[in-house]
RNA sequence: GAUUCGGUAGCUCAGUCGGUAGAGCAGCGGCCUUUUAAGCCGUGGGUCGAGGGUUCAAAUCCCUCCCGAGUCACCA
């Protein structure tokens, strides 16, 4: 243990010598700091006493001592406020307001960063203008849980000069906790002193809570489907397995739930969605993580155009939800009054105020997204598929020392050259449409072209983002494309992939046209939230065990 | 999987040519009844990611491994 942890536990043991249980049931706070703040706002003196009484509780993330005062600062669900300890009374002109006593006071000096406490008092200002809260007689402090782990608090704000060698040191007390190793094990540590990060998440629900509302908005059914599955599919992804022991069979963690709401439409439910966590056993990097969440959802009677009309607007919908929530947020420190931040909302909802990614802006974001076909993205970068033999196409990939595996085909082909040529130049928003034929079994041929089929993947930011299909729903078909996949998985050396005859005979019963959507909620909100890595916005991204 | 960078005090970091392991903040002991990077005086704290090697001597050089981040590859 290290001494300040030894030093904690001494302070502990002190505090129960005191007579203090350190860690007792319940704190009736008043208010939270936010909304202390708010009622403070702009008054002085006497206006902050006819408030009343207030009762905040919090951690402690700043401690100010000056012996027989102290002054912290505390936080609340990422919002902090000053309080104002004394061990006697104070007496002015504005009266006497009782201190906090002997028999407490012990208490408050052994205080430590990261102790949660309670402090019921009334509002002051400082003589520098701090709004600050002011602890009233002995009931005015209770600890409410002792730390005895220091948080990993300050930061130092380096001054470096021409030649790059340290001149100055600024240290800030609950700045950013920097180890991004230790920020992702430990993010309750991480949340505590980077109220930042906090945001994001709090966005991160915000852009889920939008998405849901558009979609019951548009009468869509939220549902639940299995996360166990005996036959995986709806991907092709390598699943983790797992064993029912009562059953004595083997389980998948699902790596789509897209076959469940087809069932779901063929059962007669027309507009269907399940905000779903996926699991699929592959690699980890800046975009994918082994388990990710989706959202799908799937209308009938509608095709994969109907469908990019709803992803845009869920899109253009959650990104002015979290601008304004950022807007918000960040007023009082940009001096924004209240008819300031109503106009800047204004701006947001006609999409005036850009989606700005990695410093990088998305001029295009809140207009209509482009459409582009394959084929029309290839024929941009002077390669015209349809006037091209499978000659011509292998000697382009062999004069690019371009690598595709597997046998050759026209569509891999073509996908290869999109990937190549057109894809490392994707940015702006774009449904990227109409892939080769062979690409996926679960979608309906193109009603005007044979070689391709109703497919979107929409790319923001040179990210897939989602996955949609005019769905296949002519069982015969549908079975013989199944079977052909078996018969690939079969060849790999991987896990064969089962046919899911269930599936099969929902649709054989009959199944409505349709289109399905899939968004992948964590790469929305790195775009949306601005964040590099799909680590940034999972609260807890998997890592190797310590 | 390949490759680059990183892992030194609770935190953020420095550590030259191989020669007794450092700073700021945090901690500890004092002083201080309006502080806010509080201040002043004093002071403790290290398996230098792990293991092995070279050397009189290794945080530093060599090898292997672990963990993380980035890039590339893989993943329709």
């Known amino acids: 243990m290290t001494d300040q942890e030894l030093a904690r536990r001494e302070n502990l043991k002190k505090i129960r010598e005191l007579g203090v249980e350190p860690f007792p049931y319940r704190f009736a706070f008043s208010h939270r700091a936010a909304d202390v703040r708010l009622l403070g706002e702009g008054k002085q003196g006497d206006e902050l006493k006819e408030l009343g009484t207030f009762a905040v509780a919090g951690r402690v993330v700043a401690y100010r001592s000056s012996g027989k005062t102290a002054f912290l600062n505390i936080q609340d669900d990422h919002e902090r406020l000053q309080v104002y300890l004394r061990r006697d009374d104070e007496v002015n002109e504005a009266g006497t307001t009782p201190g906090q006593g002997e028999a407490i006071w012990p208490v408050v000096k052994i205080l430590d960063l990261g102790d949660f406490i309670g402090v019921r008092g009334r509002l002051m200002r400082t003589k520098t203008g701090e709004l600050t809260l002011q602890a009233v007689g002995p009931e005015g402090f209770e600890l409410l849980g002792k730390s005895v782990r220091p948080l990993p608090f300050p930061k130092v704000e380096e001054t470096k000069d ?56 548009h009468t869509f059914l939220e549902v639940e489907t299995p996360t166990l599955q005996a036959v995986y599919g709806g991907a092709s992804a390598r699943p983790f397995v797992t064993h029912h022991n009562a059953l004595d069979i083997p389980l998948y963690l699902r790596i789509s739930n897209e076959l469940y709401l087809k069932r779901l439409i063929a059962g007669g439910f027309d507009r269907v969605f399940e905000f779903v966590k996926d699991f699929r056993n592959e690699g980890i990097d800046r975009t994918h993580n082994p388990e990710f969440t989706q959202v799908e959802f799937y209308q009938a009677y509608a095709d994969y155009n109907d469908m990019m009309v709803h992803f845009q607007a869920i899109w253009q919908r959650a990104a002015k939800a979290v601008l304004k929530l950022k807007a918000r947020r960040s007023a009082l420190s940009r001096g924004v009054s209240a008819d300031g931040l109503a106009k800047e909302f204004a701006e947001i909802e006609a999409g005036q105020v850009p989606v700005v990614y990695q410093g990088r802006e998305l001029t295009t974001f809140f207009k209509d997204w482009e459409r582009l076909p394959v084929k029309t993205a290839l024929k941009r970068k002077g390669v015209d598929i349809d006037a091209s033999s499978d000659q011509d196409l292998k000697d382009l990939i062999k004069n690019n020392h371009w690598e595709l595996d597997g046998v050759f085909s026209r569509g891999r082909a073509m996908m290869l050259a999109f990937e190549e040529l057109c894809e490392p130049e994707l940015w702006e928003p774009a449904f990227v449409m109409d892939h080769p034929l062979e690409s996926t079994p679960l979608c309906k041929v193109h009603r005007n072209d044979p070689t391709l089929v109703e497919r979107f993947e929409p790319a ?55 289109g399905g959507v899939g968004i992948g909620i964590d790469r929305m909100t790195m775009i949306l939230t601005d964040q590099a890595s799909i680590r940034d916005v999972l609260l807890f991204p998997l890592q190797k065990p310590e």
């Open 162 to 217: 021409d030649t790059g060698k340290v001149v100055g040191r600024k240290t800030f007390q609950s700045s950013l906790f920097s180890d991004v190793e230790a920020r992702y094990r430990q993010r309750y540590a991480d949340l505590a002193v980077n109220p930042e990060v906090a945001n994001v998440f709090r966005l991160r629900t915000a852009i889920i809570q939008e998405v849901r509302a558009y979609l019951l908005d």
């Open 460 to 514: 923001i930011a040179g990210m897939e983002v989602g996955n949609s299909y005019s769905e296949l729903n002519d069982p015969i078909v549908q079975r013989r494309l199944l079977e052909e996949q078996v018969e690939r998985g079969r060849g790999g050396e991987d896990e064969t992939h089962p046919l899911d005859e269930d599936f099969l005979r929902a649709m054989e019963y009959g199944m409505p046209p349709m």
